[in-house]
């Protein structure tokens, strides 16, 4: 789900897993479907759900995890990489040179952190959660540096790893 480009998709094809590829920008290919998930039609049972930077996007998030739920074989996995953009605080902005209204408003209509686990835990038992880095994945920060701010406390990790099964 949110495939993108489709690296890791084409990566799992390749390694010989079964693979449907979500997105509404998805490459061209035969396991490559252009559309949302909302309005994905694909039959059949999944043994895992991938999510990448895309749950805080959608419109209707329990309609989704519910949906994603329904997709999943008994004891089927759901991992997400995810981030928390209301988790910005003053030193994290500080230190990425960011205005926290500007932040707010460029996402205030995004999921937001607490209501993404809500909506996570309401569906999913959880397997594995860790907190990491946002930056260095999508503004181009160096990821070492990042890795050290998170370990040190001077930033607080807005991106997400989770784990959780049905």
């Known amino acids: ?4 480009s ?19 920008k998805a490459p061209d290919g035969p396991i490559f479907r252009r559309t949302t998930i909302e309005e994905l039609e694909e039959p059949g049972l999944f043994d895992a759900v991938v999510a990448s930077f895309s749950l805080h ?10 949906q994603l ?6 004891e089927g996995v759901l991992i997400l990489d995810e981030f928390g953009w209301d988790l ?6 500080e230190q990425y040179d960011l ?21 996570l835990d309401a569906r999913f ?16 920060a160096d990821e070492d540096e990042e890795h050290e701010l998170i370990a ?7 991106g997400f790893r989770y784990v959780g099964r049905t």
């Not at 419109?59 to 995890?65: Q, R, S």
């Not at 040190?152 to 807005?158: D, F, T, V």
Request: charged fraction near 25%; glycine fraction near 12%.
């Open 125 to 140: 038992h959880e397997q594995h959660f860790s907190p990491g880095p946002y930056f260095s994945r999508h503004l181009g």
């Open 69 to 74: 739920r329904g997709l999943l074989a008994p």
């Open 6 to 24: 489709g690296e890791l998709a084409l990566a799992l094809d390749v390694a010989g897993y079964d693979v449907v590829a979500v997105d509404p």
């Open 88 to 93: 910005l605080d003053k030193q994290t902005a």
């Open 99 to 119: 205005d926290p209204a500007e932040w707010r408003a460029e996402h205030d209509d995004l999921h937001g952190f607490e209501r993404l686990r809500g909506a």
């Open 1 to 4: 789900m949110g495939c993108g």
């Open 57 to 66: 996007h959608v419109h209707d998030l329990d309609a989704v995890l519910d």
């Open 152 to 158: 040190a406390g001077r930033i607080r990790p807005l």
